[in-house]
């Protein structure tokens, strides 16, 4: 809401109980976010507050324990094969999808995003039950397809917005200029549609990284995630290295998003730089 050039004192008031507002919903949302970062610098073996002291110890237990440095390697395995899987498909089918000549057009979009809308259990109980039939099950391999099934929805969403935009008649004037499709993508069409990608791809990575529905069905024991493995302390020995691991991945991810909002813009100024 704006204020006019000479506002009244109702209009001050309204302004001011809509920051408040806006900040008690930020704190509403944010809090229980921020209650594991204070708990995972504890010196005590319990979540109490106030905090017992300070001290690290959780968190060498998280990078200094084999269980969770195991944890820890399949994640950032299994995220980086999805990521990689997920935008390549996910950029492949936003492309085909923004050509106004596809058939079935509407009817492939809802398939395409409804692993948004199907709950996650169903996907987790299906791709058990079709992977352990064709041998997937508890196989690296199996658990990067199925987080690839819900993660690229993000991609083909992603790309698709950085379409809506883009003139198709520069493709066109590259293949009268002698460049093939696959040049022509490369040069014309991916500069332009970069920041789309980064940031699907983005969202596929943290999609993967803190998924643990369709872990707990289709990994081993040696395949444990760390978002699993928290699961599992959650259930059978209670410790504080949990909060540490929380800490971690909320850190991951906000550094993630960020690296992936510096290259976005990045990659815009440079297209209009081109442009």
Same mark, same amino acid.
């Given at each position: 809401?704006?204020?006019?050039?000479?506002?009244?004192?109702?209009?001050?008031?309204?302004?001011?109980?809509?920051?408040?507002?806006?900040?008690?919903?930020?704190?509403?949302?944010?809090?229980?976010?921020?209650?594991?970062?204070?708990?995972?610098?504890?010196?005590?073996?319990?979540?109490?507050?106030?905090?017992?002291?300070?001290?690290?110890?959780?968190?060498?237990?998280?990078?200094?324990?084999?269980?969770?440095?195991?944890?820890?390697?399949?994640?950032?395995?299994?995220?980086?094969?999805?990521?990689?899987?997920?935008?390549?498909?996910?950029?492949?089918? /936003?492309?085909?999808?923004?050509?106004?000549?596809?058939? @079935?057009? #509407?009817? +492939? &979009?809802?398939?395409? =995003?409804? !692993?948004? %809308?199907?709950?996650?259990?169903?996907?987790?109980?299906?791709?058990?039950?079709?992977?352990?039939?064709?041998?997937?099950?508890?196989?690296?391999?199996?658990?990067?397809?199925?987080?690839?099934?819900?993660?690229?929805?993000?991609?083909?969403?992603?790309?698709?917005?950085?379409?809506?935009?883009?003139?198709?008649?520069?493709?066109?004037? /590259?293949?009268?200029?002698?460049?093939?499709?696959?040049? @022509?993508? #490369?040069? +014309? &069409?991916?500069?332009? =549609?970069? !920041?789309? %990608?980064?940031?699907?791809?983005?969202?596929?990575?943290?999609?993967?990284?803190?998924?643990?529905?369709?872990?707990?069905?289709?990994?081993?024991?040696?395949?444990?995630?760390?978002?699993?493995?928290?699961?599992?302390?959650?259930?059978?020995?209670?410790?504080?290295?949990?909060?540490?691991?929380?800490?971690?991945?909320?850190?991951?991810?906000?550094?993630?998003?960020?690296?992936?909002?510096?290259?976005?813009?990045?990659?815009?100024?440079?297209?209009?730089?081109?442009?």
């Amino acid at each position: 809401m704006l204020l006019s050039p000479y506002p009244t004192l109702g209009e001050r008031i309204r302004v001011s109980l809509l920051w408040l507002w806006s900040a008690l919903v930020i704190v509403f949302l944010m809090v229980p976010i921020l209650v594991p970062i204070p708990l995972s610098f504890n010196s005590g073996a319990f979540f109490v507050f106030p905090l017992e002291g300070l001290s690290l110890r959780w968190y060498e237990v998280v990078l200094g324990t084999e269980r969770w440095q195991m944890s820890i390697a399949n994640s950032l395995i299994i995220g980086f094969g999805t990521t990689v899987l997920a935008t390549t498909l996910g950029t492949l089918t /936003a492309i085909a999808l923004a050509n106004d000549k596809f058939p @079935a057009r #509407r009817i +492939v &979009m809802p398939l395409v =995003i409804s !692993p948004l %809308i199907v709950p996650v259990v169903i996907t987790a109980v299906g791709s058990y039950l079709f992977y352990a039939r064709i041998g997937l099950a508890s196989t690296y391999a199996g658990v990067i397809l199925a987080h690839t099934a819900l993660a690229s929805p993000f991609v083909v969403v992603t790309v698709g917005a950085s379409l809506t935009g883009f003139d198709r008649t520069l493709m066109r004037a /590259a293949s009268i200029s002698g460049a093939r499709p696959t040049v @022509a993508f #490369r040069r +014309v &069409m991916l500069p332009l =549609i970069l !920041p789309g %990608i980064l940031s699907g791809a983005a969202f596929a990575f943290v999609t993967s990284f803190d998924e643990v529905v369709v872990a707990q069905f289709l990994t081993s024991a040696s395949q444990r995630t760390m978002p699993l493995e928290m699961f599992t302390g959650l259930r059978e020995r209670l410790s504080p290295a949990i909060t540490a691991a929380a800490t971690l991945m909320m850190l991951l991810s906000i550094v993630l998003l960020v690296v992936a909002n510096l290259l976005v813009r990045g990659a815009r100024k440079g297209s209009k730089l081109e442009s």
